[in-house]
């Protein structure tokens, strides 16, 4: 049976939920831990009412939700425009809420000290939505997960750091958590919650894509720069009075290869050294990341997976071949003028992300 499709618009500041989108075709990119975007053409002199100079405004003032047989897989605002004049058709482009949190900032000094870290990012994002004129969006609410995780954290006000970047910065520690902003119906309205999950290496779902079966693996990348032998982690500080460290795994086939991060909240040797060996570890082969179509009105299909779980992929031919369990790190749909799906997946071995708990 074929997805359903709405593609509605709302006010930001307002709320105002104007109703549907005319879309001849769009398409929309949900990546882990990330904005994702969408793509959405309508046509240059909409003959609805609703559909104006006055509602579809971008910089962030619109809001866009994709429905797919009544559920929000899509949501986020629209930043750009594209006007084609002899074609008659305009081309909006959006991208998810983490976008806008990007372009907001921390205006305090805060210690967080052994507080969970989802408590410290949702008090990031609060801090944006409490801030000045024009902060508080409506739609946008937080949830109350805990991870157990306590770490110790100070932004000062002197940095205005962005606010979509310490999350960013926050999940991605050694036994960090994955996020997302998730939407959905509550009576007649669209509400988003910013969501933390954890462990963050995904659920395991007993589900196998396979080439030639249920999908098509048409491509895939072999990532041999993500190699790296010797890695140092930089702490806070400067001169002689910085903190780091290094870790190192010379290999029988590699050649040394270095790379150095910056982190300079981190004011923790053992944390600073955690770090370093963890990207020791995960640079110990090429990465490959496999681009997986799946097949239309098979199984698995959209609705028996989320982002970031995990699923035994086979495939692959000759010199890169493809087994193994890699976890969803990018969903992208594209809808046609006729409305039929085209769906792509991007994986990347679970192993990359640390752990092997399947649980959750």
């Not at 491509?219 to 702490?235: E, N, P, Y």
């Amino acid at each position: 049976m074929s997805a359903t499709y709405r593609v509605l618009f709302r006010d930001v500041l307002s709320g105002v939920i104007h109703g549907e989108l005319p879309a001849e075709k769009f398409g929309y990119t949900n990546t882990l831990n990330a904005p994702g975007s969408a793509a959405i053409t309508i046509g240059l002199n909409p003959t609805v009412a609703r559909v104006n100079t006055q509602t579809v405004v971008t910089g962030g003032a619109t809001a866009v939700y994709i429905e797919r047989s009544g559920r929000i897989v899509w949501s986020g605002l629209v930043w750009d425009a594209s006007a084609d004049f002899a074609a008659g058709t305009l081309d909006i482009q959006c991208e998810g809420w983490l976008s806008y949190f990007r372009e907001r900032h921390y205006h305090a000094t805060t210690r967080f000290a052994q507080a969970d870290q989802a408590d410290i990012a949702r008090a990031l994002l609060q801090h944006a939505g409490n801030y000045g004129n024009g902060s508080r969006l409506g739609m946008i609410e937080y949830g109350t997960e805990k991870t157990g995780v306590r770490r110790d954290r100070t932004y000062k006000e002197s940095e205005h750091k962005s606010i979509g970047e310490a999350v960013e910065q926050l999940g991605a520690v050694i036994n960090g958590f994955d996020h997302s902003f998730d939407t959905a119906w509550r009576d007649a309205d669209l509400v988003t919650t910013f969501r933390v999950h954890y462990p963050a290496v995904g659920r395991f779902r007993a589900l196998t894509l396979e080439q030639g079966r249920n999908c098509d693996i048409p491509a895939a990348t072999v990532g041999g720069k993500s190699v790296v032998t010797h890695a140092f982690a930089l702490g806070s500080g400067d001169g002689a009075d910085q903190v780091w460290a290094s870790a190192g795994s010379p290999s029988p086939i590699f050649p040394r290869l270095e790379a150095v991060e910056s982190f300079s909240d981190i004011k923790e040797y053992d944390t600073l050294k955690a770090k370093a060996e963890a990207r020791v570890r995960l640079g110990a082969a090429p990465v490959v990341l496999p681009s997986i179509s799946l097949y239309p009105d098979t199984s698995p299909g959209l609705d028996d997976f989320d982002l970031g779980d995990a699923l035994t992929v086979t495939g692959g031919s000759g010199l890169v071949p493809i087994s193994g369990m890699w976890r969803i790190t990018e969903l992208s749909v594209s809808v046609n003028e006729s409305g039929a799906e085209e769906i792509t997946l991007t994986a990347a071995p679970r192993e990359v992300f640390g752990g092997d708990d399947t649980s959750g």
